[in-house]
């Protein structure tokens, strides 16, 4: 029913052989429903060709599967499917492969299952035949299957069939034929492998937690990597805006502009119209000092951001990179920002400083500097709040920079302190500085989800080790209780040599 030859794979597609009361059954795709049936011979792996055949016994099916040392990759993993789908193992080696390793292997794994094993033993050569057969059973014995039936057949000469005649196979088939018509026998056969396969899932699922909890376990170690690098990042950011750097260099200048021009105090006092701002501002040909500054101030908030999440990117996808389940996660991108970081992060800048100049109308709103109504004085105020955000802790000018920058943001304090009081303005520039951190923390954080998602999409959950676990308890419950065998391996009659 299933052709054989000297190449291979001779066999590509599964067979199935049963008798035609049972085709019907087998057709249904109760067994193995991920193949297709069909009734005539085909060359594709995800087909299985069913084969009614009256001579056989009904209750009895054989199943033909491809090499189990396939050269084809797709038919190995076949031939693994269908032996895990069968109730006995007919397993055929020949006296020059039976030591071969690839066949124990897989003997031990049928030991491991408990699934029911006969053995053929095909073209032995007469005169080897003691000596063959006699260091197989001994090799049986080692795996601990020596009570698997052993058919050992003789090499000969085939009919004009190609087939062995019936006086060399008639031993094997009057074993089979036994056992077909033994319904206790046949029971007996799928309760065994049944009750093997299910002992053996508990210290499957066992090793399969382990491995899973050691997943979890690399998970968490990646993570890691990645929440200390941006860690870093959002540390840099928060002493970036303390320590004093972004009141250096353009923003300094324009700093120096909005007090050494008296605007700051003009502004505040609001006895200078906006038109009159403007018109001077035009004259000069140049937009006003304070929108000038506001705009420096953004710049180097935006520089910064953006220097601290590139660095961040770097030192994360470099911990990853020299870890090897990180490195099989990595994707280029990873080693640097968002595309569209820049873009949110002047977004991010600009929000911030609408919410200074909102908190500024907020909460001093019945100031004298801002209850005349004047936008322009509000906006000035909200400038002298960022400025106290960047200077409040630890700037320390150094070189012209003390005359100057040291100078004016004394100034700019004594200010808001004559218009504010002191514990207002300190409570302005934490608030302001706070909600600078927190924006800047929510971008990071988004660039961070970056490799959070890369762990998501490989598939990691919480905790899947305690699934397997309370799956294969529940299992080896419902085992228990069934109780399919008596504990002891069944001894099928019939051994012949």
Known sequence: MSPAGVLRPTTRTPVLVCNPADSQWFRRGDLLP????????????????????????????FLDAPDIDSVVDENRALAAQLLAAADLWLFVTTAARYADAVPWELLQTARYRGTVTALVLDRVPPEAAEEVTAHLLEMLSIHGLDTAPLFVLPETEVDSQGLLSESVTMPLRDWFGRIAADAATRAAVVRQTLDGA???????????????????????????????AYRAGRRTVSQGVQDGRLLRGEVLARWQEFIGTGELLRTLEARIGRLRDRVVAALRGRPVPG?????????????????????AADQAYSGWQAHPAGSAL????????????????????????????????????????????????????????????????????????????????????????????????????????????????????????????RLIAAGISAD??????????????????????DGTMLALPGVHL
Do not use: C
Not at 38 to 61: F, K, M
Not at 464 to 485: F, G, I, Q, S
């Open 34 to 61: 991920g193949l297709t049936r069909t009734t005539e011979a085909t060359s594709e792996p995800d087909s299985l060709q069913i084969v009614a055949a009256p001579a056989l016994t009904a209750g009895l099916a």
């Open 464 to 485: 899947p080790a305690t699934d397997l676990r309370d799956a294969a308890a529940l299992v080896e419950y419902a085992r228990a209780k069934a109780a399919l065998t």
């Open 330 to 453: 990595l994707d280029p991108s990873l080693g640097r920002s968002s595309a569209d970081l820049p873009e949110r992060a002047e977004r991010l800048v600009r929000d911030w400083q609408r919410g200074v100049l909102e908190m500024i109308r907020r909460e001093a709103g019945h100031k004298r500097a801002t209850a005349r109504g004047a936008a322009y004085a509000v906006n000035a105020t909200g400038l002298l709040v960022m400025i106290g955000v960047f200077a409040s802790t630890a700037f320390i000018p150094t070189g012209a920079e003390v005359a100057v920058a040291g100078g004016t943001t004394v100034a700019a304090q004594k200010v808001l302190e004559a218009i504010f009081g002191d514990q207002a303005i300190r409570a302005l520039a934490a608030k302001a500085r706070d909600d600078l951190l927190a924006r800047t923390n929510a971008i990071l954080d988004e660039e961070a989800a970056r490799y959070a998602d």
């Open 291 to 311: 929108r000038e500054l506001r705009s420096a101030i953004e710049a180097n908030l935006v520089t910064l951001i953006r220097g601290a999440a590139a660095d």
């Open 198 to 228: 299910l002992a053996a899932l508990e210290p499957a699922v066992a090793g399969l937690a382990a491995a899973a909890d050691e997943q979890v376990t690399t998970a968490d170690a990646l993570d890691d990597r990645v929440r200390a």
